[in-house]
T-cell receptor
Framework: EVQLVQSGAEVKKPGESLKMSCKAS????????IGWVRQMPGKGLEWMGI????????RYRPSFQGQVTISADKSISTAYLQWSSLKASDTAMYYC?????WGTGYHFDYWGQGALVTVSS | DIQMTQSPSSLSASVGGRVTITCRAS??????LHWYQQRPGKAPKLLIY???SLQSGVPSRFSGSGSGTDFTLTISSLQPEDFATYYC?????????FGGGTKVEIK
């Protein structure tokens, strides 16, 4: 059974750092892209970026480039989303999701349970 | 970025009723269009991929159609568990983008 299990909720202060995790199981971790999706309170879904754990190829939405770092450790089948200096505007739910291929396209077929990040002084 | 516009942003419908949600892309995306359901407090769930392919385990009352720039998600007979928010997503080009969502509420 494919599972993506995310780390727990976090409460942080502005300027603090954070690294959240997404542990995958039930499939070959290095054969599928993993994506990160943000959902701000009461709002819709935003595609942040993706990583291919097989070779660490990473793509970012331009508005997130330089603001977050996406990485993966294939030895433990875990993807990460990292901030070096959080802002209040980073307060949101964050989801990881497996990006499955279909023909020449991709979609997110399995999702983590989500991790809430609250940034407040 | 490709803009995805969903309509309506919300709707009220009765159990057993038929619901249609539309999604329009700002440029041709062929059939690189997917639909997700998000129940309150839950992660999104894939319903339809490639515009019209039903994800395994999803009830057949859900269907998708369209190609190019205009797409439709139809729920043929609304069930209580279908009251949720629905999002379309394009994967024709990165950054991939989602529509703003359509909230389906009980009438």
């Amino acid at each position: 059974e494919v599972q993506l299990v995310q780390s727990g909720a976090e409460v942080k202060k502005p300027g603090e750092s954070l690294k959240m995790s997404c542990k995958a199981s039930g499939y070959s971790f290095t054969s599928y892209w993993i994506g990160w999706v943000r959902q701000m309170p009461g709002k819709g879904l935003e595609w942040m970026g993706i990583i291919y754990p097989g070779d660490s190829d990473t793509r970012y939405r331009p508005s997130f480039q330089g603001q977050v770092t996406i990485s993966a450790d294939k030895s433990i089948s875990t993807a990460y989303l990292q901030w070096s200096s959080l802002k209040a505007s980073d307060t949101a739910m964050y989801y990881c999701a497996r990006r499955a291929s279909w023909g020449t396209g991709y979609h997110f077929d399995y999702w983590g349970q989500g991790a809430l990040v609250t940034v407040s002084s | 970025d490709i803009q995805m516009t969903q309509s309506p942003s919300s709707l009220s419908a009765s159990v057993g009723g038929r619901v249609t949600i539309t999604c329009r892309a700002s440029q041709n995306i062929n059939n690189y269009l997917h639909w997700y359901q998000q129940r309150p407090g839950k992660a999104p769930k894939l319903l339809i991929y490639g515009a019209s392919s039903l994800q395994s385990g999803v009830p057949s009352r859900f269907s998708g159609s369209g190609s190019g720039t205009d797409f439709t998600l139809t729920i043929s007979s609304l069930q209580p568990e279908d009251f949720a928010t629905y999002y379309c997503q394009q994967s024709y080009s990165t950054p991939e983008t989602f529509g703003g969502g359509t909230k389906v509420e009980i009438k």
